[in-house]
């Protein structure tokens, strides 16, 4: 008998601290292999880009993942792991004295490579190649050594050579005979031609795409309703193929986790049932024939010109010639991919054909994804016939945000797709799914300079896995097209080319180391003159609204900040009835946020009726400029910089309204403007927004555009305004006043690139430690500026503490009540007496993160006002007081 066999990997069914049931060790090896085997089989995309790679053929691919698959628990072998469970140690092995070591395994498993079975198979290859030398084939091998080692979320690392204490004889010879039964199993004729073609680069680039598949594997294939455990021996090549294979065929049929085929090239009128008139950019979109080559596609055009319809057209071209199997569609904010994940339910479906094993699922990924109503609706439907359902959601993929990425359409924040290219644990299974997929970016323009640095190492890394992307803005100052561009073709490893086309609206595709700059004609219903008026007076504002409701009209006002919006909200509540004034911000709990979206939605909608939208003012902060579909007759905004200006000015007016004669009108509350500002020019009326929008020499630059204007001209004077704030000749325009703040801005830009770049991993590292330590998704650096609190609001009924949001699942119903704010508004908890701090300390228990990351803050009923009061610890241990209400949201 083999002396691999008295060995667990698994365990269960625990009788008082006595495990009854147990997997043998070989046993799990030879089911994450045969994973790896059957996810190649049908996962073309995966399986064509690896072997491009590696340059492998297919069969010798699959011999090579069957290999390493089955050495990625090889360190269980150790007598430290053994000994973590007493009795099994003593059944099993016969051992009562376990050895002192380390009893990671993952590290154990990466020490016995590197001393062991490397050696092995330098053994075995050197008989053919008396030339090779020992070190040749370990610097061959180790990226993937150290992908399948790490399977557990980060690359293992050697510290010392103490890991040879974890070892006993009888577990080295075990190792030995699984190294050569492994080498019957899984024939070596890979190794010949690894040699042969090798290509350093290629190989550690694949390094990353192997460390995804394992994990990937490793928790299917550790799933006892997948793959029942066994705990008598039986011959390996007969497991392997009889119930190792069958099982993991079975883990993806049922976990719905088998692509489906994806559809033919079709036109806008069959993707888009209804729309029978393409706008100039859809009809680009259609006519657009791709290469075979990985290629990015910017698309600059203005709010309503179907941005979103053009992609679509674009992936679905790209699809067809075999470019990716789905995508993932990225977006700012949370609301904005709630409103996107609501647009494609009904249109994912069309982009695939349907088969009875497998159906496209389409997975909401965002930190409250899980939490979105519809995603629930659709991720908790009955699954007894699900070719029926317009969203089809596996289970699998919606219960983890890392595992998000790996369904044929995801849509999500662009953290989530950041988090890739961080030091973060498993971040090497969201590049599995996006490297598969097709990478979809919107609203490019609203990404500050740390985020646009993050995005860039992320398009070098798909461009390198042999993946494609389509970005899609309103408009991009040259500068940063040019960078998006050149960091996609270093992944292909092309010199960059010399963007100069300045027309706008503007198609870029990049591909085959060339660009094409396309126009596009504007479309005539984009075509547009919008006025722009300034208003300095805040008392001005107010009436302009006043007037505008009072003739029926409905009325926008975006402020800068919070406060702002608190301001102007309380002062208008005096003026017009409480069911036509409505405030929008982010801080409002997100049980109360996702239910306010829907309001606003339906009231400013596109299908919004003459009679819904009479006199109804809403007071909002930036959350309106890119989260919802909604327009409005009359829109004032605070100054803000001229890209958010022109996105804004989209918010006017823009959806044909037969009835509406009123000009659009841009109102811009905004300081004087003078030609020779002083320090404080925006400071002054502005102070909090001050410091939300601190380049305020760029203001000015964008107040002056547009005074010197009068006008927004779409698409036509797009460019010109935005080079005239973000241009390089900008810096010698700026008055003297003001250009303190435009060098501390522009100091502060550089260093967030720099904080982009040092936290970024380097693709040409493969698969290794890089830094000092793998994060958790909970510190993921993928947004710089103000920390934030997170809290759970809870009502004190004089006994115990209940979710601010009522719901039937306590976890669901906490996690509808949290809200964030800034740090330094609330630090902490305030102090509370007895019976709350008892009460607290219960109610921990039941958050989600029971109370490690965040402050549990409890409210009190005023019975006065009916509104809900707490307190929490600011900045410095000051008091602070917090007013929460439905219609408000929170106050501080």
């Not at 070591?101 to 079975?117: C, D, F, Q, R």
Request: hydrophobic share 40%.
């Amino acid at each position: 008998m083999k002396a691999y066999w008295p060995y667990w990997a698994k365990i269960s069914n625990f009788q008082e601290n006595n495990p009854t049931n147990w997997h043998l060790l070989p046993f799990h090896l030879m089911d994450v292999a045969a994973q790896g085997l059957l996810l190649l089989e049908r996962d073309k995309t995966l399986a064509n880009r690896l072997s491009k790679l590696l340059k492998l053929s297919l069969e010798k691919l699959k011999n090579l993942i069957i290999f390493f698959f089955c050495l990625h628990d090889i360190g269980k072998f150790a007598d430290t792991f053994q000994s973590k469970n007493p009795e099994l140690y003593q059944k099993l092995l016969n051992r009562t004295h376990p050895k002192a070591g380390n009893n990671n395994h993952a590290e154990i498993g990466y020490y016995i490579w590197k001393k062991y079975l490397a050696a092995n198979l330098f053994e075995i290859l050197s008989q053919n190649h008396p030339d090779l030398e020992a070190y040749d084939l370990e610097d061959l091998l180790i990226p993937l050594a150290r992908a399948v080692m790490g399977h557990h979320g980060a690359p293992p690392s050697l510290e010392s050579d103490c890991l040879e204490d974890s070892l006993t004889a009888e577990d080295k010879k075990a190792i030995t005979d699984w190294f050569n039964t492994l080498c019957e199993l899984a024939t070596l004729d890979w190794l010949e031609d690894l040699l042969h073609n090798y290509d350093e680069e290629s190989l550690i680039i694949a390094s990353w795409l192997v460390a995804g598949m394992v994990v990937f594997c490793d928790w299917l294939g550790s799933n006892p309703n997948h793959f029942p455990y066994h705990n008598q021996p039986i011959e390996p090549g007969e497991y392997f193929e009889s119930i190792a294979k069958k099982s993991a065929r079975q883990a993806l049929e049922r976990e719905g986790l088998i692509p489906p085929p994806v559809a033919p090239v079709q036109n806008l009128a069959k993707l888009f049932p209804g729309f029978t008139s393409p706008t100039p950019l859809q009809a680009k979109a259609e006519q657009w024939e791709p290469t075979e080559s990985p290629q990015l596609v910017i698309i600059e055009d203005a709010t309503g010109a179907g941005k979103t319809e053009a992609a679509l057209l674009m992936v679905n071209r790209l699809m067809a010639h075999g470019a990716g199997q789905g995508f993932f569609f990225a977006l700012p904010t949370m609301a904005t991919s709630n409103a996107m994940y609501s647009r494609m339910a009904h249109v994912y479906g069309r982009l695939f054909q349907e088969t009875t094993e497998a159906k496209a699922s389409l997975v909401l990924a965002h930190g409250s994804g899980r939490l979105q109503t519809k995603f629930l609706r659709q991720k908790n439907r009955s699954n007894k016939n699900p070719l029926e359902q317009d969203a089809f959601c596996a289970a699998w993929l919606a219960d983890n945000r890392k595992k998000a990425l790996l369904a044929q359409v995801g849509i999500g924040t662009i953290d989530q797709a950041l988090m890739g290219v961080l030091a973060l644990r498993h971040q090497c299974l969201r590049l599995l799914g996006l490297s598969r997929n097709l990478l979809l970016v919107d609203e490019v323009h609203a990404y500050d300079s740390y985020m646009h640095g993050l995005l860039c190492n992320l398009l070098k890394y798909q461009a390198a896995f042999g993946g494609s992307a389509i970005l899609l803005s309103a408009s991009l100052p040259q500068k940063t097209r040019q960078e998006l561009v050149d960091a996609f073709n270093r992944g292909l490893k092309n010199p960059p080319i010399q963007l100069k086309e300045d027309h706008y609206p503007l198609l870029t595709w990049s591909a085959r180391g060339k660009v094409r700059e396309i126009k596009t004609p504007a479309w005539k219903r984009n075509q547009r003159k919008v006025r722009v008026d300034f208003v300095s007076d805040k008392e001005q504002v107010l009436e302009r609204i006043l007037s505008a409701a009072e003739q029926g009209h409905c009325v926008c006002w975006i402020r800068n900040t919070v406060a702002d919006a608190f301001d102007a909200w309380k002062t208008l509540k005096d003026k017009i009835p409480p069911e036509n004034l409505h405030l929008f911000h982010a801080r409002f709990p997100l049980g109360d946020r996702l239910a306010r979206e829907e309001k606003i939605q339906n009231l400013f909608g596109k299908n919004s009726t003459q009679e819904q939208r009479a006199g109804q003012v809403l007071v909002s902060t930036q959350v309106i400029e890119q989260s919802l579909d909604v327009d409005f007759d009359v829109l004032i905004s605070d100054l803000g910089p001229i890209d958010l200006i022109i996105q804004r000015a989209g918010r006017l007016q823009r959806h044909p309204r037969p009835y509406r004669t009123l000009e659009p009108i841009l109102i811009i509350h905004a300081p004087e403007f003078t030609e020779e500002p002083g320090e404080d020019w925006y400071k002054k009326p502005f102070p909090k927004a001050a410091f939300v929008y601190p380049d305020h020499a760029r203001l000015w630059l964008t107040a002056r555009g547009l005074k010197q204007k009068g006008f927004i001209q779409v698409p036509e004077g797009v460019r010109e305004l935005m080079e005239g704030v973000y241009g390089p000749e900008v810096e010698e325009q700026i008055p003297c006043g003001l250009q303190a703040s435009f060098y501390e801005a522009e100091g502060k830009s550089l260093s967030h690139q720099s904080v982009a770049y040092f936290n970024r991993l380097n693709l040409e590292e493969g698969y290794a430690a890089q830094g000092d330590k793998w994060l958790d998704d909970q510190n993921a650096p993928t947004r710089l500026g103000e920390k934030s609190t997170n809290l759970y609001l809870a009502k004190w009924d004089g006994g115990r503490l209940t979710p601010w949001y009522k719901e039937t699942d306590p976890l669901h119903a906490w996690a509808m009540s949290q809200v964030n704010v800034a740090a330094y508004k609330v630090e902490g908890p305030a102090e509370y007496e007895e019976p709350i701090t008892d009460a607290i300390e219960k109610t921990k228990e039941s958050l989600p993160d029971k109370g490690k990351f965040s402050v549990l803050l409890p409210l009190f009923k005023d019975p006065v006002t009916g509104c809900w009061q707490g307190e929490a610890r600011g900045s410095g241990g000051k008091k602070v007081a917090l007013i929460c209400s439905r219609d408000f949201g929170v106050e501080i």
